[in-house]
């Protein structure tokens, strides 16, 4: 059910032409954001549909009705705006201040104050965490608590379309969390519909169904963020460059701008050499690398400096193996945020570094390898419950160059087979299913990039990056089995 139809309006201040054509209509209990840079019209947008500019050009229509045929109250008794700068309305307390949003439900000459309204005042006050402020002066507020009082007062009117101008302005992190949270339970309970300006395209990606984005006072894009805030319209729209990426946790997309330092200089891994502590062997850079892993500690996509593959005896055994792992970098001093950290059975002085400077990019692989534990991926099912036998093949990748997201996976794929193909050379089995293995059941994988200078979009064997990858990994993980098995023996 439509709650706001806005069809075709335009708006001038004198000649200026801020408003052009603009149509959209928001449901019932959507959230609707509205975007768009400085000057774009999103204030004069939410001040058309408030009543506070008269309407000269399109058609407004609340809730099935014009706006032209509401009166002030009953366009109150519907809608309520927080504007986004609000005069501090002196000698009010909050609670008085707050009160004033209870006009519209007021009858006759001399109102009397119902329990309705004691109950929408207090409840608006718990919304925005104002309950232990109501008698204060409102000028004794600071600039986030006075926001919140306002919006209180909003909230107090009981509306059925609330109007927002950068509502999380001034407001730190918790404040804006617990006010989001809370316009979407309203949205989602009692089908309140929100139209907000947001100046933070995550923000408004999190929290609306839907987005207009205005620019220069024409509709650039409408529809489900996930939908329209792509990187290309959004860096013609605010004319910066944008990197959209997946919020971890949520299914909606997050959005960055890259701060222009970091484009500057070209890193190279040149000097990169690894270092062996007693029990690990360590890769040092002086900046940090962007790193895709499966590492025990810092596996996902990671900046890193430093790159931990540490020895553990074949009796370790620990519940919770990834805070051991914490602990160790810590005692070494190790900067735990900025450290991708694995473990390996095998003697750490077994490490194989191969690193090739092409001239138009460098690769280099750190690889440990033991395959006691060697296992065929295809035949795994077969497997006995699992009795971990000690045994891992840990790669590094390190590359100068901007690998895309696509070109870090290819990496990991192409790394993968070329470890493979070397077990198979080396006719390594699967002591369990008499097959030839395709890797150990522990495996870890690290791939490292600068990102400055030359950008590779894929890393597949079909590229010159993945074909370097290939020898290398496969190289690598020969030597590091040769060396292993001969450390065997000689036991
Ligand atoms: N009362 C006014 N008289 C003349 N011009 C105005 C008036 N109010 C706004 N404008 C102009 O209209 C244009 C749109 O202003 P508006 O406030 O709607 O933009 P906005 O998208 O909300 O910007 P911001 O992100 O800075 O809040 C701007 O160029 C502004 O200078």
């Not at 700068?85 to 707050?98: D, L, N, R, S």
């Not at 690894?274 to 360590?282: I, K, N, Y």
């Not at 790669?395 to 790394?415: P, S």
Request: aromatic share 6%.
């Amino acid at each position: 059910m439509t709650m706001l139809d806005v069809r075709a309006i335009s708006h001038r201040y004198g000649q200026k032409q801020v408003l052009d054509g603009v149509t959209f209509s928001v449901e019932k209990g959507e959230i609707f954001g509205i975007l768009g840079p400085n000057g774009s019209g999103k204030t004069t947008l939410l001040k058309l549909i408030s009543k506070e500019l008269p309407l000269t050009s399109g058609e407004i229509v609340i809730d099935g009705r014009p706006l032209m045929a509401l009166s002030a109250k009953q366009w109150a008794r519907l809608a309520a705006v927080l504007p986004q700068t609000v005069e501090t309305a002196h000698g009010y307390t909050v609670k008085e201040m707050v009160a004033l949003g209870r006009y519209a439900h007021q009858h006759g000459l001399f109102p009397t104050w119902t329990t309705e309204d004691e109950t929408a005042v207090q409840q608006a006050l718990a919304a925005v965490g104002l309950a232990g402020k109501i008698d204060e002066p409102l000028e004794r507020l600071s600039g986030g608590e006075r926001q919140r009082a306002y919006l209180a007062r909003a909230l107090a009117q009981e509306p059925q379309l609330l109007l927002l101008d950068e509502p999380t302005n001034h407001m730190d992190m918790s404040g804006q969390v617990r006010l989001l949270n809370q316009l979407a339970r309203a949205a989602h309970a009692r089908g309140l519909t929100v139209v907000a300006v947001f100046h933070d395209m995550s923000v408004a990606s999190l929290y609306c169904d839907r987005v207009l984005v205005l620019k220069e006072g024409k509709t650039a894009a409408l529809g489900a963020p996930a939908d329209v805030m792509t990187p290309g319209l959004l860096n013609e729209v605010f004319a910066v460059p944008v990197v959209r990426q997946a919020h971890p946790a949520a299914a909606k997309p997050v959005f960055s701008f890259v701060p222009q330092h970091k484009c500057e200089e070209t890193l190279l891994t040149g000097g990169l050499r690894p270092s062996f502590l007693d029990d690990a062997v360590v890769l040092a850079a002086r900046q940090p690398l962007r790193v895709l892993s499966s590492a025990l500690v810092g596996a996902g996509f990671q900046w890193a400096t430093h790159f931990v593959n540490r020895h553990v005896g074949l009796d370790y055994d620990c519940r919770d193996a990834e805070e051991e792992m914490r602990r160790y970098l810590e005692r070494h001093r190790f900067p735990v945020a900025r450290t991708v950290g694995m473990m390996t059975a095998v003697d750490v002085r077994d490490a194989v570094w191969r690193r090739e400077n092409g001239e138009a990019f460098s690769v280099s692989v750190l690889a440990t390898a033991g395959v006691g534990n060697a296992v065929d991926a295809a035949r795994a099912w077969q497997h006995q419950p699992l009795a971990v036998k000690p045994g891992t093949i840990n790669l590094i990748i390190v590359i100068d160059g901007t690998l895309t997201e696509a070109a870090f996976v290819q990496a990991v794929m192409t790394a993968t087979e070329a470890k493979t193909k070397a077990l198979a050379d080396r006719l390594i089995g699967d002591r369990e299913t008499g097959t030839i293995a395709t890797g150990t059941s522990t495996d870890s994988v690290a791939v490292a990039a600068t990102q400055t200078g030359r950008v590779f979009a894929y890393a597949g064997t079909a590229t010159e990056l993945g074909r370097e990858i290939g020898r290398l990994v496969y190289e690598a993980t020969v030597e590091a089995l040769d060396r292993w098995e001969k450390r065997g023996k000689r036991r």
